[in-house]
């Protein structure tokens, strides 16, 4: 059905619009009042804001779901923005994972975890985080005066004597009955009265308790849990009382600059300023502030880990109100969300936008210097090799294996002196059988230069061999081979970090303080690390697969299964009987008889 039929036949009803190119991928998602108007309005006007008309270059198709109102039409939106990540939806600009604060109190005796993930586990979150050398530390710290248990459930179960942690005093050894269960949970609870920012609580408590074992003479007892409030304290001092009423909420607040956007989050716990976080924002081009900033507040708090009962703006955003119907549905109790006027919360809103002017321009002078440095390593690069352009797009290639094991070729590619790994490529080697470098990187390179993805991935500008004249020499034959002799290529040896070009008797020796040669080195080291970490991934697989060919009863199809569920020798280990017999195909028999083998 062409689109100007499926215009016509849109809805007048709420509901969210998902934008899609040539390809079927989502490129941008969208709410409505009313689906009629709102996607009619993209196709019928011609005055749109130049990011929505770049996007409307790449529309080829959209879908629309019809909701029952407006706020399930945002809690949808927000559902698939967070799974998709469409190109021209105002997202947060890393598109990693930002940590938590995992405890796990669905555990008998909960542990501490840093993780990347939201499960519906029953465990509690604190988070996102986005400082995470500041979270280490606090991690750190909380495992000196919290020692809760470190290993996992199989360690746990399987344990028959305490570990390390246990005789440094950094665990109570409930793995083998040492811990007394209510002085644990007790010490559960403190944790977690920290972690609700609720610190001078934690602190009064512990001072009762210190005071009570030195009263009763237990003063080793006392020792440490005055150690225990030292450190809190410490962590204490660092903060600022922000608020005489004692209330938990957050201050957001937004700074915009020529290409960049940055929001500051003030944690306010308790009245005190108990942490604050810095994002910065893309796909902001085209939009208003009050967008971004309702952009900033769909996905932030879509994905954290508890909503406080009120969130202080430093300016109004876009469909304020229905956000916070939507948050409100979220946390299960009423959120509101509203710009101060005057007194105290205003100055601290005010404190939150400064705070992220500030943050965006320390961001942008860093950008300028990485920029400047990019661009003048490849111009370097340029003169100091005597090429004709510009090296903008340069490939690295990089052979690992073990005599000739598990052999796997690396590509790299860096555009404009940075990488860009959504062009990187692995490559298994398939026709070599013995140790032998030189015909490996010819496979690898006749690979990544010919067939589909020659066509694939554009041409680089320059190619970069780890190694010396025997590499060069055959990844030359093969480029000369595909008519593609015309692109420059250098060998880096490492021992010396000598540069051999096609023909030249001597190599090149680049100053070692020189831009252009530490850019080389960037590409080559880059390739190394990404060959090597697929060679281990293999390697491992390989080890898991000897393993299971020793169990009887697991044939090639249940290792196959096996291989596909756990990955890895140490995870598989790790698996309780009940996972094994999650496994597809595998029967009791055979998973017991696999748990008997690993767990001898």
């Not at 059905?1 to 036949?9: I, T, V, Y």
């Not at 050894?173 to 007394?180: E, L, M």
């Not at 030359?476 to 000598?498: C, D, N, S, W």
């Amino acid at each position: 059905m062409d689109l100007e039929k499926k215009l016509e036949l849109l809805p007048e009803r709420p509901g969210v619009y998902l934008m899609k190119d040539r390809r079927g991928e989502i490129i941008y998602v969208g709410k409505a009042v009313n689906l009629k108007n709102r996607v009619r309005s993209y196709f019928k006007s011609h005055d749109h804001a130049p990011k929505v008309r770049a996007m409307l270059e790449h529309v080829a198709d959209f879908e629309y779901i019809v909701t029952d109102s407006e706020v399930e039409a945002l809690a949808l939106e927000c559902n698939f923005i967070k799974k998709e990540h469409p190109r021209y939806n105002i997202l947060l600009r890393d598109d990693k994972q930002y940590p938590y604060l995992k405890l796990t109190v669905n555990e008998e005796f909960p542990r501490l975890l840093i993780t990347r993930r939201l499960k519906e586990d029953g465990a509690r979150y604190f988070g996102p985080y986005t400082d995470v050398g500041a979270l280490n530390d606090t991690v750190r710290l909380l495992k000196k005066v919290f020692p809760l248990r470190t290993c996992s459930p199989h360690d746990f179960a399987h344990r028959d004597r305490p570990c390390l942690n246990f005789h440094i005093k950094r665990c109570l050894g409930p793995c083998t009955g040492r811990a007394d269960r209510a002085a644990y949970q007790e010490m559960v609870k403190e944790l977690t009265l920290f972690l609700e920012g609720r610190q001078e609580v934690l602190v009064k408590r512990l001072k009762g308790r210190m005071e009570a074992a030195a009263a009763g003479l237990r003063f080793e007892e006392a020792a440490e849990l005055r150690d225990q409030v030292a450190a809190l304290e410490r962590v204490l001092e660092k903060q600022k009382v922000v608020s005489l009423d004692g209330e938990n909420q957050d201050v957001v607040a937004l700074a915009r600059g020529v290409t960049e956007a940055c929001v500051q989050v003030f944690q306010v716990r308790h009245g005190k300023l108990a942490a604050r976080e810095t994002f910065f924002l893309k796909g902001t081009e085209g939009h208003e502030r009050p967008a971004v900033l309702a952009g900033f507040l769909k996905d932030y708090y879509s994905r954290a880990a508890a909503l406080p009962p009120t969130i202080l703006l430093a300016e109004p955003a876009e469909d304020q109100e229905l956000l916070a119907q939507y948050l409100s549905r979220l946390a299960g109790r009423r959120v509101s969300i509203r710009v101060p006027q005057r007194g105290a919360k205003k100055e601290l809103a005010a404190l939150a936008a400064n705070n992220a002017t500030l943050a965006l321009r320390e961001e942008e002078e860093l950008w300028a210097h990485r920029e400047a440095r990019t661009e003048g390593a490849v111009a370097a690069l340029k003169a100091a090799l005597g090429l004709e352009r510009l090296p903008r797009r340069i490939e690295g290639f990089d052979i690992s294996n073990i005599q000739g094991q598990e052999a796997v070729a690396a590509m790299v590619v860096f555009e404009d002196g940075r990488p860009r790994k959504g062009h990187y490529r692995r490559f298994r080697i398939r026709t070599v059988l013995q140790a032998n470098d030189f015909a490996m990187m010819a496979e690898a390179v006749r690979r990544r230069y010919s067939g589909s993805l020659r066509d694939k991935l554009p041409l680089p500008d320059l190619i970069l061999i780890d190694g010396g004249k025997g590499q060069l020499g055959a990844a030359r034959a093969v480029l000369r081979e595909l008519g593609l002799a015309g692109i420059p290529t250098y060998g880096l040896a490492k021992q010396h970090e000598e540069l051999y070009a096609e023909g030249s008797v001597e190599p090149l020796l680049l100053p070692r303080d020189s831009v252009a040669l530490q850019l080389l080195q960037q590409v080559r080291d880059e390739a190394h690390r990404f060959g090597i970490t697929y060679h281990r991934s293999l390697h491992g697989r390989e080890a898991l697969r000897s393993e299971l060919e020793e169990v009887p009863g697991i044939g090639p199809r249940r290792r196959k299964a096996l291989l596909k569920h756990f990955g890895s020798l140490k995870r598989l280990r790790e698996a309780t009987l009940e996972e094994l017999l999650a496994v597809p195909g595998l029967t009791r028999p055979a998973a017991e008889a696999l748990y008997a083998h690993l767990h001898g």
